[in-house]
Each structure stands twice: as C-alpha cells, then as structure tokens.
C-alpha cells in the first residue's frame, strides 16, 4: 500500500556547498540520498514530494561539515500482513513462485497454492488445474495476500547517513522488502493470464 | 507482565524467543519451508497467545501448562500437509488484527493513498524527474519506476477526488483509512468479496452491509468511465 508520510533526516553538508545554491544542494543530496531506499518501519521510499523545513545548521566538531535537520513529505510504499495485493509473477519453480508488486517481492510456496494446481515443469514452468482451466506461469498476474513480511538485515539508520555515499552508487538497496504470501482463499488466485486460454 | 510472566514462568519468556526466532530461519527458504513458515507463523500465532495468556497462567501458576502448550503448537505444525486448512484458519484469525494494525504500524503523520492517488502524485514528480535527469548526478531510482508503474497498472480510477468522496460515507461509518484503500485498490465486484478481502469489516457487517453495497455498485461505475 501507497503512504504519504513526513518524515525527518539529518543532512551532512560539506562547506563547498554553502552559498546562494545551499538549499538547491540540500534537496538534490536528500533525493539521492534517500530516493529508493528501504526501511522496515515505513517501506520504500519512492519519492520526495516536497520539502517542509529545513533547520539550522549545527557545525560538527573538528571537521566543518554542517548538519541540517530537514523535514520532508515523501510517497512510501509498505506492504502490510494481512493486506490483500495484485502482484506479477516473476518466476515459477516446484517450490512455490515469486511475484512482484512494485518493488516488493512476494514468494507463494506450493503449500500456499491451491491443492488442485499441480506444478508442470518445461520451458515455461506453470502450475495448473487438473482441467486446465487455470494456469500461473510468468507474467501472470496474481491477487495474493501477504502473511509475511521481513526486511533484510541492514536497516537504514538515520544516523549513520554520514558513510552512505561510499555504497549505493548505482542505487541498488541496501535492504529490500521480502514478503511470504498465500493464494489459498476466497478471491484470491490468477486474475488474468498473459496468454489467455 | 513480562515480570509476571518471568516469575514463575522463566520458561515461557524463553519458549517465546526461541519461536519467534525460529521464524526468520524458517523464512530463509529450502524446499519445505512453506511448512515451516507455517510452522513459524502458527508458532508466532501462539506466542501471541501465550502473551496474552501469560495472565491467567500465571495466576494458575501452572508451570507445566506452559511447557506443554509451547510443545504442543510445534508438533501441531510439524505434522505435514493436514496443517494446510488449520494454517488457512490462522492466517484468518491473524488477518483481524493485520488489517487494523496498518493505522497502528505506521506514524501518526503518514496517510494511506489508494493507489489512484499515488499514481497521480508520482506522475506529477515523473514530470518534474524528467527536467531534473537534465543533472546526470541526480539517478532516478529502480524503486520509482517499479512504484509508478505498480501504481499505474493498479490504478482503476482516474479521478482520485470522486473515489474518496465516494468512501466518505464508510469511513463516518469506522472504516478506517486502511482499510478503505484496500477496497479501492482491488475494486470487489460484490460485498461478500469485499468481507473476504477485508476481514475487519465482518465486525460491522449488520451496519455497513447496505453502504457497502451501495459504494461497490457506485464503484463499478467509476471503474467503467
């Protein structure tokens, strides 16, 4: 699910930034920054949508960088237990299948798939009823419902900001999303099917 | 009651930890660990349980009870592919409180946007991210483009202000925020599909049956324009 949330992060600034730009400096550095990052509490964020506030500086000791603490409005996305999802499969193998939704991964074991969908192995892994009827192989589309969610291990720490620059340069997350979900329930199941029997 | 419990069932706390740890191994993923997720979950079900039955037992002070209770809900979920239908039930009980928990989980300051909202907030900042990508420093992240085009695909709406209008009545009637996304983002076609997506909604059934009905029809007729 999709929040609007204002949220709060010290920024370091080093003195070369100081002068009539400083702002423009802080808000492109918070978008770097932050954009595309991941945490347990609020989820990803997508986008800043505008910033509140930003605050006094404070010099740090000893070394000339300037932290602003800046308030900002971004759009989040969090996938919640319990909350029902349209989700893209992405891969399908005899343990279950993997779906998208956004940038979330969900993982269906095959406990958590109907009994009546058998798994059928090939170039196109699928599972299927026994009548045919229904099939889930890649790029289907899935309404799911998450029982699970967990954020891998490195959580963004608001303080520790400072040694960010040196990971992350092609933006790739430095935590992620992993959701366990079930398609064994009432309306749930294949919602479409890319090749439409 | 943490110190209630830790008195006279120092056991318990213990039992508690080591479930819930089990629950991130068994998450990890080999071939069955569906059941052991299952396993986990139903584990984490019970520490629930027990945290809330700690009273009772502690005043029962019934030491063995505790021990046979934790052990219980393991061999429970340890015995194979009947647990599918008692898995089922739990993950319907869990999802009463879930559901409610999206207001609690997140801060007071944040706000739920259905789907249509954030699709059309996040186009509004793609065309701003297309001025921006003029500054080569400035990357738009993997997670942007998966959120916009999630949104976009599930967006069934156009007019985000209408929707909202439309689910005024339902949230004067306790509906929360949450809960009232869900309904728009997957856009049920009947009340009992509606109940079955947002379990919490049972609770109220007698009061919101006829409202729902009402926004649901109301509903298709935005999906269709």
Redesign the interface.
């Known amino acids: 699910?999709?929040?609007?949330?204002?949220l709060e992060r010290n920024m370091q600034l080093h003195p070369r930034h100081f002068g009539r730009n400083l702002r423009e400096h802080i808000i492109?550095k918070l978008?770097?920054d932050v954009?595309?990052t991941?945490s347990g509490?609020?989820g990803?964020?997508?986008?800043i949508?505008s910033v509140e506030n930003i605050g006094k500086g404070l010099i740090r000791d000893g070394t000339g960088f300037v932290t602003f603490p800046v308030k900002y409005q971004c759009?989040?996305?969090?996938p919640?237990?319990?909350?029902?999802?349209?989700a893209v499969v992405s891969m399908v193998n005899k343990?279950?299948f993997f779906a998208?939704?956004?940038?979330v991964q969900i993982?269906v074991?095959?406990?958590?798939i109907p009994?009546d969908m058998e798994f059928q192995s090939g170039d196109m892994p699928n599972y299927t009823t026994s009548d045919g009827s229904v099939k889930i192989q890649k790029d289907s589309e899935v309404?799911l419902?998450i029982?699970?969610t967990?954020v891998d291990a490195t959580e963004i720490d608001k303080n520790i900001s400072q040694s960010r620059p040196k990971w992350d340069p092609a933006?790739s997350?430095p935590s992620r999303f992993?959701c366990?979900g079930?398609i064994?329930?009432?309306?749930l199941g294949v919602i479409n099917d890319p090749t439409t029997i | 009651m943490e110190k209630g419990g830790g008195g006279k069932g120092g056991g318990v706390g213990g039992g508690g930890k080591t479930s819930l740890k089990s629950?991130?191994a068994s998450?990890g993923?080999k071939?069955d660990?569906?059941?052991k997720?299952?396993r986990?979950?139903k584990v984490q079900f019970n520490t629930e349980g027990l945290s809330e039955g700690k009273f009772t037992f502690s005043s029962k002070s019934d030491g063995k009870f505790e021990t046979t209770y934790g052990k219980g809900g393991l061999t429970k979920g340890g015995k194979g592919?009947k647990v599918?239908n008692g898995?089922?039930v739990s993950?319907?009980k869990?999802?009463?409180p879930?559901?409610l928990?999206?207001e609690q989980?997140?801060?007071k300051?944040?706000?739920?946007?259905?789907?249509c909202?954030?699709a059309h907030?996040?186009e509004g900042?793609q065309e701003q991210m297309a001025l921006l990508s003029a500054?080569p420093?400035?990357?738009i992240?993997?997670?942007?483009d998966?959120?916009?085009?999630?949104?976009k695909t599930?967006s069934h709406f156009t007019n985000p202000q209408a929707v909202k209008g439309l689910f005024q009545s339902l949230s004067e009637h306790g509906v929360t925020d949450?809960e009232i996304?869900?309904i728009a983002?997957?856009c049920?076609e009947t009340v009992e599909?509606a109940y079955?997506?947002?379990?919490s909604l049972k609770a109220k059934r007698s009061r919101l049956n006829d409202l729902l009905k009402e926004v649901l029809i109301q509903l298709a007729k935005f999906k269709s324009t």
């Open positions: 699910m999709f929040f609007h949330i204002v492109s978008m770097k954009e595309g991941c509490r609020h990803f964020v997508v986008a949508t759009v989040v996305f969090r919640f237990k319990g909350e029902i999802l349209e343990m279950g998208e939704a956004g940038p993982f074991s095959n406990h958590l009994d309404r419902k029982i699970g967990r933006g997350h992993f366990i079930t064994k329930d009432d309306f | 629950i991130p998450l993923g071939d660990n569906s059941a997720s299952k986990g979950r592919d599918a898995a089922k993950v319907v869990e999802a009463l879930l559901e928990r999206v989980e997140l801060p300051n944040a706000k739920c946007l259905m789907d909202e954030a907030i996040l900042i500054d420093t400035i990357k992240p993997v997670s942007f998966k959120g916009l085009l999630y949104a599930h949450g996304c869900v983002n997957i049920p599909e079955a997506i947002v379990p």
